[in-house]
Each structure stands twice: as C-alpha cells, then as structure tokens.
T-cell receptor, first 111, second 109 residues
C-alpha cells in the first residue's frame, strides 16, 4: 500500500460530461502529481502541485483543471469529455527527495 | 528539453536468461528512478539512483547509473516469470520527472 488514495476506482460516463477525480496524498507529502495513461501507453504528465500551489504543468488540456486544497488533497476535473479521454488517471505524491508514490488509479471510461 | 529514451520497448525472454534494459537521457540530472507496473495496476518504485556510479540491487534486479554517459541500466539476472511487467525509468529535471516510454518485459516459462 503506497499510502496514496484515489477515488473512485472506476468511472463510466458519457461524452460531454464532467467528472472529478480525487486524491489523498501520503501523510506528510506536500507534492501531488497527476498523470494520464491510455491503454498500453506511457505516462503523460498532467500537472503538479506543491503545498497548494501549481508547480509544473505538462500536456494538460484546457478542458482539464486541478487544484490542491489546504488539507493537501487534490482534485482533477475533466470536462466536455471525449472518447479519447478514456484512460487510467494516476495521482502520485512525494516528500522532499523521495520517489513518487502512486495511487491505484481511477479508470475512466467515456462512452 | 530533457528527453528520456528506453530500449528496448518490448522484450520477450525465456526464464533463466539475463538481460539489460537501457535508459538514456539527454541532459544532466543527478536523480534517476526505476518503476515497475503490472498490467492495469499502479506503479511501484524499485530504485532511486542518486549519484554517478550508484548501483542498487533487489533480488534478481540490479540498477546502475552513469551520469557522465547519461545512462542507467536495469539488469535482470536469471529471469523468472514473476518479473513480467512494464519497467519505466524517470529522470528528475527541475521538480519534474521526465519518463521513458517503458519497456514491456514478458518472461516465458
């Protein structure tokens, strides 16, 4: 168990809809990362937060947004969903000088 | 822009054999990670390599780092079926991790 909790585990929704993915980092970790992984693909970095502030942004679509709250949990909002957004979405957290610890992911299916 | 290249991207091998996965990166970095991912599962941290010449071993896996050559290797000794997975390397660059594409390893009995 990595200590990173992601909810929900599975999400099925229709095109055009909006969903929110939730992540609770490991206790004490200030950094939260979001990644997208499509079937049999590598990891696409979306965005990183550190202690509530956005630190780095990757290839995140304008339809996607995220935030990190004062209690350090994070949410990833995906709107105007398209079929191509179907993927595994991972959250990871880290402390200073530590490797990323990944949650079990949210599997999003857009129909 | 830092780029990370892994090779091979796909590897099918027999149990008992040895093989090496390579991770090349394009600019200087002093921190490299290896992760393992089973199909449809999360990523598990295997090794953190922090300095030139670093070598770490866990069971049949051994990772090394040569910062001058900008190269890390993940060596598999006497492979067993349970090591079948996708292996990713990632390089630290200005608070971001730049990821390789992953090496899908299939070990046949």
């Amino acid at each position: 168990d990595s200590g990173v909790t992601q909810t929900p585990k599975h999400l099925i929704t229709a095109t055009g809809q909006r969903v929110t993915l939730r992540c609770s980092p490991r206790s004490g970790d200030l950094s939260v990362y979001w990644y997208q992984q499509s079937l049999d693909q590598g990891l696409q970095f979306l965005i990183q937060y550190y202690n509530g502030e956005e630190r780095a942004k990757g290839n995140i679509l304008e339809r996607f947004s995220a935030q990190q709250f004062p209690d350090l949990h994070s949410e990833l909002n995906l709107s105007s969903l398209e079929l191509g957004d179907s993927a595994l979405y991972f959250c990871a957290s880290s402390g200073s000088s530590s490797p990323l610890h990944f949650g079990n992911g949210t599997r999003l299916t857009v129909t | 822009e830092l780029k990370v290249e892994q090779n091979p991207l796909f590897l099918s091998m027999q149990e008992g054999k040895n093989y090496t996965i390579y991770c090349n990166y394009s600019t200087t970095s002093d921190r490299l990670y290896w992760y393992r991912q089973d199909p449809g599962k999360s990523l598990e941290s295997l090794f953190v390599l922090l300095s030139n010449g670093a070598v770490k071993q866990e069971g049949r896996l051994m990772a090394s780092l040569d910062t001058k050559a900008r190269l890390s290797t993940l060596h598999i000794t006497a492979a067993v079926h349970d090591l079948s997975a996708t292996y990713f390397c990632a390089v630290d660059s200005n608070y971001q991790l730049i990821w390789g594409a992953g090496t899908k390893l299939i070990i046949k009995p």
